[in-house]
């Protein structure tokens, strides 16, 4: 689901932004299937990432609200260790979390 398939999507980096230390790029929130990119990702093919982490992702697609919540751990040098994204879907719902090692 992309907002090329007609919908829409809006991306909010909260009150008090995150700095974006690690230089971190998540396709996936952008509709990009990071799978298929993930080489040309780790080699720098795909640019650098955004200045502030996200923290909420808000969509509509068919008419269904979907939602994703961002919540990052900082170690004391400002660097993501743990991204934890709640995603709800009108009948669905499910939480993954990502391990960052520097």
Same mark, same amino acid.
């Given at each position: %689901?992309?907002?090329?398939?007609?919908? +829409?999507? +809006?991306?909010?980096?909260?009150?008090?932004?995150?700095?974006?230390?690690?230089?971190? %790029?998540?396709?996936?929130?952008?509709?990009?299937?990071?799978?298929? %990119?993930?080489?040309?990702?780790?080699?720098?093919?795909?640019?650098?990432?955004?200045?502030?982490?996200?923290?909420?992702?808000?969509?509509? $697609?068919?008419?269904? &609200?979907?939602?994703?919540?961002?919540?990052?751990?900082?170690?004391?040098?400002? %660097?993501? +260790? &743990?991204?934890?994204? &709640?995603?709800?879907?009108?009948?669905?719902?499910?939480?993954?979390?990502?391990? $960052? &090692?520097?």
């Amino acid at each position: %689901m992309t907002p090329s398939d007609g919908g +829409t999507m +809006t991306l909010s980096y909260g009150v008090e932004p995150i700095k974006n230390n690690g230089g971190i %790029m998540l396709y996936q929130v952008y509709g990009i299937d990071d799978d298929a %990119m993930q080489y040309a990702y780790y080699i720098g093919l795909l640019g650098k990432g955004t200045s502030n982490l996200p923290v909420k992702n808000n969509m509509v $697609f068919d008419g269904d &609200k979907i939602s994703e919540n961002y919540n990052w751990i900082l170690n004391e040098k400002g %660097m993501p +260790t &743990k991204l934890t994204i &709640k995603h709800v879907e009108p009948d669905y719902a499910d939480t993954e979390d990502i391990i $960052f &090692k520097w």
